[in-house]
């Protein structure tokens, strides 16, 4: 289908096309000095010590993990409700991770529900800061420190996002950012670790350029993997960052004007961020009612909208890899009742207001006359 409004447009402007030639003229497309220096103007944004980049936000996940030096089937908490490349890059690390629910509010880790999903086996939690706002990191380091645990932050969506004024992925032991096409700030493919242990980012190091810490030497020392990044990409998120304010102020605008528009529905509910936390939207997640009939009538209408995330525990590929694990309705009714009734719209910077007025005034009309 063709959509006159779709659901994610990054914002490229005459900017990234600049910087892009830059490293195709310097003849030097593999991780240079473009990707050190976009490295550094991340490790100001995020306020963090040590950080690597990654080809993208699964496999930084991923290296994320086995920084920690877990064992085999050691086990990691994760919400239930999340993106599926929460879960794979955990199993990618070697590790199980283990399902807790998240809170009916805002969709952030319920640590009540993670408390219940301790075991010896247990060394690290992954809490994942949904849809521009951030988890309740207070609790958090207050649990991991009752139970002992590492923090592994999954900020894929929480780049800008800030937490009493913390940045979203230093409160960790460890942090992983995604950079897809639909993130905020966007290099099309690509990932970040960060880190404030400096014995960690020794093994990131090690860990994402073949068991080495310079490339050009064949002799490596650990067991490593080809996680790097490259100068024309890094381009991109060079240019990116010197509009990233104005990303962030369209974003939020965009995200007020739909809660204007679409005050007085009663069958709409907005996100609300916790307090503390300030908001770069992701999209503009909704719970709504008659959710199936309000997505097909806004798709015959042309417009691309997301449903949220399916539970992880209902997945076909995690049922086949716990197959003894039955899902617990009970236990996860809050991520169910998240993907029962939750609908993201388009919240991407060049959406003008006239298109948000058409899709608002579609879900006025689907409320007033189609359901």
Do not use: W
């Amino acid at each position: 289908m063709i959509y006159k409004i779709s659901q994610v447009k990054p914002y490229i402007t005459k900017e990234d096309y600049i910087f892009i030639k830059k490293s195709l003229d310097s003849k030097f497309i593999t991780e240079g000095k473009l990707s050190k220096k976009f490295l550094s103007k991340l490790l100001r944004i995020t306020n963090t010590k040590y950080g690597v980049l990654a080809p993208n936000g699964t496999l930084a996940i991923a290296l994320a993990v086995m920084a920690l030096d877990l064992k085999r089937n050691d086990e990691i908490i994760i919400p239930n409700f999340t993106f599926f490349g929460t879960f794979s890059a955990a199993i990618l690390a070697g590790v199980k991770p283990v399902l807790c629910d998240v809170d009916k509010r805002n969709f952030q880790i319920c640590l009540n529900s993670a408390k219940n999903k301790i075991t010896k086996k247990t060394k690290a939690i992954m809490p994942v800061h949904i849809y521009g706002g951030s988890a309740d990191m207070i609790s958090v380091k207050k649990f991991v420190k009752k139970y002992n645990l590492k923090i592994i932050e999954d900020a894929a969506q929480a780049l800008g996002v800030k937490y009493y004024k913390k940045s979203a992925g230093s409160f960790g032991d460890v942090s992983a950012f995604s950079f897809y096409g639909d993130k905020s700030l966007t290099t099309g493919e690509g990932g970040l670790i960060v880190t404030n242990s400096k014995s960690i980012y020794k093994k990131l190091l090690l860990l994402r350029n073949q068991g080495r810490y310079n490339s050009g030497k064949f002799l490596h020392s650990n067991i490593g993997y080809n996680f790097r990044f490259n100068d024309v990409l890094s381009g991109v998120g060079l240019a990116q960052l010197e509009k990233f304010s104005v990303i962030k102020k369209r974003k939020l605008n965009i995200y007020n004007f739909y809660k204007k528009e679409l005050k007085n529905v009663r069958e709409v509910i907005f996100f609300k961020p916790i307090k503390g936390s300030n908001f770069v939207p992701f999209r503009v997640p909704l719970i709504v009612k008659n959710k199936t009939k309000l997505i097909k009538y806004l798709e015959k209408n042309k417009i691309q909208t997301r449903e949220f995330f399916y539970p992880l525990d209902r997945q076909p590929a995690v049922k086949k890899i716990f197959k003894n694990n039955s899902s617990n309705k009970n236990f996860f009714k809050n991520s169910y009742y998240a993907y029962k009734n939750g609908l993201a719209l388009p919240c991407y910077p060049d959406l003008r207001m006239s298109e948000i007025k058409y899709i608002c005034n579609k879900i006025k009309n689907f409320y007033t006359f189609a359901k």
